[in-house]
């Protein structure tokens, strides 16, 4: 046998056993072609269960020394190599190697068989040295995965880029194993095949692009919070594989999203508000305009017992005082000077109840603010944050602010725009049937 066989079986001793056997066999009665037959299947038969058993010897043997490293040890390593079963393709690779030796002795009269079984077997143990390799990569992930420096890294693209990599050199060996020619030739031949192979693996060469630049821009990580309406994405990153992203939305739908697409369409990325550690409260009460009016005194002084706005209307009555004195204003007539109404009291009620409200955050930005009136009234809008950024949390907290608002508004003798309800227009159409008897 060549120099690169792992082992040397004596080509003599090998003629022997399968003389020996064939000697066997023609005593039963069988000669010529059918005797070699029968002697080659029955010596395939007992190398293979053979090479079963010491498969299955090395097997236990490598098995039993490796978990009682494990009970001595608390590394996860060692969980993770018989998780990804790094020991069972360590242990196929024995037999292997004898079978390599042995299964041609079967075929020993016919050359074309046995350079076919020899080449054969060669390819397993390319394919299984690809397996072990493979283990030992998936185990070294999971490993980085648990390191606060690789946890939000999509681990999972840099995997699928080697497994593609070791899959072309696995590929190129067996090309070489089958052909006989050597592995360059193969090289120099994918030149032509070039443009054919950027066609088939467009998408893996455009998501290895992406991933790259996702992670050199730090754009998204596993376990970010994003939103992409296009493909119907509102949830989690579980997964940032080299051609598709795993989202899981928040009814615990999983969406996969193609991995380029991070690149050319936009997204929403919640990181940036968690990491804020508050998230906004952006909603605006529409007042019925015809309900804003000047305060009367009468109704200031009622306003006066609310707590949150007793400073705010004394100081306000004196600013205003100070000012209608200074410039000589008519008292009579209500649009002179400055007066207090009643949609500035309920804005300045809200910024104080807001103020005040413990799950509110006060060192952020924090107001109540007119957006420009339109056909559904005067606008206002609450713009805040909450101490916290978890979703049922901001939705219990928004709900009771406004569930006070538009129970509070009646007090300040103003109304809440919406369009008229089917009770508004009979009440309507009632009084328009009184008037005309």
């Known amino acids: 046998m060549e120099d690169k066989d792992f082992i040397v079986v004596d080509a003599k001793r090998n003629s022997k056993i399968f003389d020996w056997a064939l000697d066997y066999v023609e005593k039963t009665g069988l000669h010529g072609g059918i005797a070699q037959f029968v002697t080659s ?47 069972d393709n360590l242990s196929h690779i024995v ?32 394919f299984v040295i690809y397996r072990l390799i493979n283990g030992f990569l998936k185990t070294l992930r999971d490993i980085l995965r648990e390191k606060n420096a690789f946890i939000d890294k999509p681990l ?9 990599f070791l899959i072309f050199i696995g590929l190129t060996f067996v090309f070489s194993i089958v052909t006989g020619s050597s ?19 467009k998408d893996t060469i455009l998501g290895f692009v992406a991933s790259i630049q996702v992670s050199a821009n730090d754009s998204v990580r596993v376990g970010d919070w994003i939103e992409m309406t296009k493909y119907g994405a509102d949830g989690t990153v ?40 508050g998230r906004r409260i952006k909603r605006a009460i529409s007042i019925k305009i015809s309900s804003i009016r000047y305060l009367t005194d009468e109704e200031i002084n009622e306003l006066k017992k609310i707590k949150l706005l007793k ?58 603010r007119q957006l420009p009136p339109d056909e559904h009234g005067l606008p206002l809008e609450l713009y805040m944050f909450t101490t916290s950024t978890e979703w049922t949390f901001f939705e219990n907290v928004m709900a009771d602010i406004f569930d006070h608002l538009f129970a509070a508004i009646k007090f300040f003798h103003l109304e809440v725009f919406e369009l008229p309800a089917s009770d508004d227009l009979r009440g309507v159409m009632n009084k328009v049937k009184e008037l005309e008897k």
């Open 41 to 87: 299947f029955l010596l395939l038969i007992a190398i293979t269960v053979g090479l079963l058993i010491v498969d299955f010897i090395v097997r236990k043997i490598l098995r039993s020394l490796f978990v009682n490293i494990i009970k001595r040890t608390k590394t996860l390593w060692d969980d993770l190599l018989i998780e990804h079963k790094v020991l």
């Open 95 to 126: 037999p292997l190697m004898i079978a390599q030796q042995l299964l041609p002795v079967v075929f020993i009269d016919s050359p074309i068989w046995s350079s076919f079984i020899f080449k054969t077997v060669t390819i397993f143990i390319v």
């Open 183 to 201: 592995p360059w030739e193969f090289l120099i031949s994918l030149g032509a095949a070039s443009a054919i192979f950027m066609l088939v693996f």
């Open 238 to 277: 579980l997964q940032i594989n080299l051609n598709n992203v795993k989202v899981q939305n928040f009814d615990k739908t999983i969406v996969t999203i193609p991995t380029h697409t991070l690149l050319t369409d936009s997204f929403k990325n919640y990181r940036g508000m968690q990491q804020f550690g």
């Open 156 to 164: 999972d693209s840099y995997l699928q880029v080697v497994q593609i």
């Open 311 to 368: 400073d705010y209307i004394e100081e306000r009555q004196q600013e205003i005082a100070a000012y209608n004195e200074e410039t000589q204003n008519d008292p009579r007539v209500m649009v002179n000077g400055r007066r207090i109404t009643n949609v500035g009291t309920f804005r300045a009620y809200i910024t104080r109840y807001a103020q005040n409200n413990p799950n509110i955050h006060q060192d952020r930005m924090l107001m109540v």
